[in-house]
């Protein structure tokens, strides 16, 4: 008799589940590095590193901090392959670790587009919000900017780069008929300015504008005075605590902007208005959010997976705390924006041609 003996093979089942298994636990491991790096990044290992390498005692002396600690994260950042090390066979407190030099714009410079411990601080202070949310998820609550201690610092800090930057210096000036208006001495109006970054980039790129940022949140209008001071702008750029949707002058201003901030309100259809009343006939609203496919589908990409990400842990919860309130959450497609523009009164509005990875230009039409 002859007895064949058959290797079964994994049905799909059995595959998808591998699979689903196999990513969350890569998601474990990275959550857990986000958490190194942000360790790295405020204890100024980084920076020490940066400036030359060091072995766990030397990093330690440099920077004030405990050697065992430092000897430990030393060991996992180079596991990882974000710093190198010149001898692995060498005794652990001798051992020498690097930062390369393609990873110092990544991790010390802040004014660097690549810069990231930004998102890293935020993504672990929406999550360290979770026992919070699971409260509000289950009464229909919220929870505002303000309850989420510091996720204002590291909201303000993402976006620096940019707002310092290309979004000033580039593509602002792509928006028809902004950069003849600033270049000639325009007002503008910022509105939910945060810690006042976007103002001060414009102001910083348009030497002859005027800018008024407008945030309801004191402690952000008081620190975007302070970088306001810190960055020699101080005299065209003014800071007010005070609600978007009474905010400004009739009239007032040759260009309005929102960044990033839209899909945040309880009231989107009321702000949106008064920016259609602060800005002068002849002149530009502009809403700056975030890049989401046109319509949902599933499973979605990156871009998605991000903000529904930020959506459920910020956000929406953020949008929720006053009532009543849209609940528009992060992912705000073009045609909700659409939908709140006309309500507001506007005639429509434009996807504008600005290519951004995190970032969509709208230009709302007045007439």
């Given at each position: 008799?002859?007895?064949?003996?058959?290797?079964?093979?994994?049905?799909?089942?059995?595959?998808?589940?591998?699979?689903?298994?196999d990513r969350l636990l890569e998601a474990?491991?990275?959550?857990?590095?986000?958490?190194?790096?942000?360790?790295?990044?405020?204890?100024?290992?980084?920076?020490?590193?940066?400036?030359?390498?060091?072995?766990?005692?030397?990093?330690?002396?440099?920077?004030?901090?405990?050697?065992?600690?430092?000897?430990?994260?030393?060991?996992?950042?180079?596991?990882?392959?974000?710093?190198?090390?010149?001898?692995?066979?060498?005794?652990?407190?001798?051992?020498?670790?690097?930062?390369?030099?393609?990873?110092?714009?990544?991790?010390?410079?802040?004014?660097?587009?690549?810069?990231?411990?930004?998102?890293?601080?935020?993504?672990?202070?929406?999550?360290?919000?979770?026992?919070?949310?699971?409260?509000?998820?289950?009464?229909?609550?919220?929870?505002?900017?303000?309850?989420?201690?510091?996720?204002?610092?590291?909201?303000?800090?993402?976006?620096?780069?940019?707002?310092?930057?290309?979004?000033?210096?580039?593509?602002l000036p792509a928006v028809p008929g902004?950069?003849?208006?600033?270049?000639?001495g325009g007002r503008v109006a910022d509105?939910?300015?945060?810690?006042?970054?976007?103002?001060?980039?414009?102001?910083?790129?348009?030497?002859?504008?005027?800018?008024?940022?407008?945030?309801?949140?004191?402690?952000?209008?008081?620190?975007?005075?302070?970088?306001?001071?810190?960055?020699?702008?101080?005299?065209?750029?003014?800071?007010?605590?005070?609600?978007?949707?009474?905010?400004?002058?009739?009239?007032?201003?040759?260009?309005?902007?929102?960044?990033?901030?839209?899909?945040?309100?309880?009231?989107?259809?009321?702000?949106?208005?008064?920016?259609?009343?602060?800005?002068?006939?002849?002149?530009?609203?502009?809403?700056?959010?975030?890049?989401?496919?046109?319509?949902?589908?599933?499973?979605?990409?990156?871009?998605?997976?991000?903000?529904?990400?930020?959506?459920?842990?910020?956000?929406?919860?953020?949008?929720?705390?006053?009532?009543?309130?849209?609940?528009?959450?992060?992912?705000?497609?073009?045609?909700?924006?659409?939908?709140?523009?006309?309500?507001?009164?506007?005639?429509?509005?434009?996807?504008?041609?600005?290519?951004?990875?995190?970032?969509?230009?709208?230009?709302?039409?007045?007439?």
């Amino acid at each position: 008799m002859t007895t064949t003996t058959e290797t079964p093979t994994e049905t799909p089942t059995a595959d998808a589940t591998t699979a689903l298994a196999d990513r969350l636990l890569e998601a474990v491991t990275a959550g857990l590095e986000l958490a190194a790096v942000h360790l790295g990044s405020e204890l100024g290992w980084y920076r020490a590193l940066a400036d030359a390498p060091a072995t766990a005692p030397e990093l330690a002396a440099r920077t004030g901090t405990d050697a065992r600690y430092a000897r430990e994260w030393l060991e996992q950042q180079a596991v990882t392959g974000i710093l190198t090390v010149d001898d692995v066979a060498a005794a652990p407190d001798e051992r020498r670790y690097a930062l390369p030099e393609a990873h110092r714009p990544v991790l010390v410079d802040r004014d660097d587009l690549a810069y990231t411990p930004p998102f890293v601080h935020a993504a672990l202070v929406f999550t360290r919000q979770v026992p919070r949310l699971l409260e509000v998820y289950r009464s229909g609550g919220g929870l505002s900017w303000a309850e989420m201690g510091d996720a204002r610092d590291a909201q303000a800090a993402a976006n620096r780069a940019y707002f310092l930057g290309p979004m000033a210096a580039q593509d602002l000036p792509a928006v028809p008929g902004v950069d003849e208006a600033l270049r000639a001495g325009g007002r503008v109006a910022d509105v939910g300015c945060g810690m006042g970054w976007s103002a001060i980039g414009i102001a910083r790129a348009y030497p002859a504008a005027r800018v008024d940022g407008f945030d309801v949140d004191e402690p952000s209008v008081e620190q975007a005075r302070r970088n306001a001071e810190e960055h020699g702008v101080a005299d065209r750029v003014r800071f007010t605590t005070a609600d978007a949707a009474q905010a400004g002058e009739p009239g007032g201003y040759d260009l309005v902007t929102a960044f990033e901030c839209v899909h945040d309100l309880a009231d989107p259809v009321a702000v949106l208005a008064a920016m259609r009343r602060m800005v002068r006939p002849d002149g530009t609203v502009l809403v700056v959010d975030e890049p989401v496919a046109e319509r949902f589908t599933a499973p979605g990409d990156g871009v998605e997976r991000l903000m529904y990400g930020y959506s459920l842990t910020c956000c929406l919860p953020d949008g929720l705390s006053t009532r009543p309130s849209a609940g528009t959450g992060t992912v705000m497609r073009p045609e909700t924006l659409a939908g709140y523009a006309r309500a507001a009164g506007f005639t429509g509005v434009d996807v504008l041609s600005v290519a951004h990875d995190l970032f969509r230009f709208y230009r709302l039409r007045t007439g």
